[in-house]
């Protein structure tokens, strides 16, 4: 029975690879679809992990609109949360309270007010650590210019080159509203607070002094902390800061990396396997539709066979086998595609490849059982020709 099935489908090749065509793409789609969503939510992961476990932010809780604004993280805030287990660097940080401030390397008339972008920072020691910069030039400011409120700044690297300062050996000031502040050093990146780019970052203190407290936005915690310990920390550190009143700080814990990666397996999975489903379904009516005609076409050949003696069971078997051994070859075909095209996406996109064999071992089955309703129809509407009407036609 295989034997004259496969007879059948080598005589006629280009249909045959045709009517394969369908479900090779559909299966290949279904393979592609779980092992590309596999492989992105691992690099996700690994992304995820780098960065986002480890950042744990404390926001100072807005004050109600009848309540003066002002600062609850105490002036040893960095020191308190150095000391807990698993921080790596921690410290205060918020916006000044500056509207259309005049910035420039020289005194300004308050008439002139040029818009140049920068932004001015509140930044603790412990802060300019914790958001990982890349120095460039000169130094950090450090807990002597915190103590004493000292006029010096950072600057970010766009910040440098809107207001025209590449060297600090000449120890270049900038002038923030008719205010001398020393540049100390230059960041050419941040990790965690990429906006420090085009800002001039102060010590609290000093700009407390100078700006007063944030009204815009509040201050905030950044605690970078060891892989692991984010979730933990983001709950013991309220308490370190201000043991008495631990509600006036609300810790934001990074979310759980697992329920980030499932939420992206699900959304990925149920996108383009609804498209693999739509592609395994036009292949399987293009079996069916090539099946009915391979029918028309060998009315006489089925006639022949009835009348030497062929039973209706053993002509629908026969095409039931044509079908299923086609939807068979497109699942193994479409199989090998859909691994290839994930090796060739994860080499192109320099990812680690991740082809679960529980998804990919199975993939020609669905190809079989794809062939095998496809043909069900034609083999029964073959297994009803009577012999005699199919030797007349």
């Known amino acids: 029975m295989f034997a004259e099935s496969l007879a059948g489908l080598v005589q006629r090749p280009g249909r045959s690879v045709l009517t394969m065509l369908g479900t090779v793409l559909g299966v290949g789609a279904f393979v592609a679809v779980l092992g590309l969503t596999s492989t992105a939510a691992g690099q996700i992961s690994a992304s995820f992990n780098v960065l986002r476990a480890t950042t744990v932010t404390v926001d100072d809780v807005t004050p109600k609109s009848d309540e003066r604004p002002e600062v609850h993280f105490p002036q040893d805030s960095d020191d308190r949360i150095q000391r807990l287990n698993g921080v790596v660097a921690a410290g205060v940080w918020w916006g000044a309270p500056l509207h259309n401030p005049r910035i420039g390397t020289q005194p300004l008339p308050p008439t002139d007010n040029p818009s140049t972008g920068v932004t001015v920072f509140a930044a603790s020691p412990g802060a300019l650590k914790a958001i990982q910069p890349t120095l460039r030039a000169g130094a950090l400011y450090n807990h002597f210019h ?208 991740i082809v679960d064999p529980l998804t990919v071992l199975p993939a020609p089955l669905v190809g079989s059982v794809v062939g095998l309703l496809a043909g069900l129809y034609p083999a029964l509407r073959a297994a009803r020709i009577e012999p005699l009407e199919a030797l007349r036609q």
């Open 146 to 353: 915190e103590r004493r409120a000292e006029p010096v700044c950072v600057l970010g690297a766009g910040a440098a080159r809107v207001l025209g300062i590449t060297r600090l050996d000449n120890q270049p000031v900038v002038f923030i509203n008719d205010s001398a502040y020393t540049v100390v050093g230059i960041v050419s990146d941040a990790q965690r607070k990429p906006e420090a780019l085009m800002g001039a970052m102060l010590p609290t203190t000093t700009a407390l002094k100078a700006f007063g407290p944030p009204t815009d936005q509040p201050a905030e915690m950044i605690i970078h902390t060891r892989v692991g310990a984010a979730r933990l920390l983001a709950h013991q550190a309220p308490i370190a800061l201000l043991p008495d009143h631990p509600r006036l700080l609300h810790a934001a814990t990074p979310p759980d990396p697992h329920a980030l990666r499932d939420s992206v397996n699900t959304s990925l999975s149920g996108l383009f396997l609804l498209l693999a489903a739509i592609c395994l379904v036009i292949g399987a009516l293009g079996i069916a539709n090539t099946t009915l005609v391979a029918i028309l076409e060998r009315t006489g050949e089925i006639g022949l066979r009835r009348s030497l003696g062929a039973r209706p069971r053993h002509i629908a078997a026969q095409f039931l086998t044509e079908s299923t051994t086609l939807g068979t070859l497109g699942g193994l075909i479409g199989t090998a595609i859909g691994v290839c095209t994930v090796v060739v996406v994860a080499l192109i996109q320099h990812w680690t490849a």
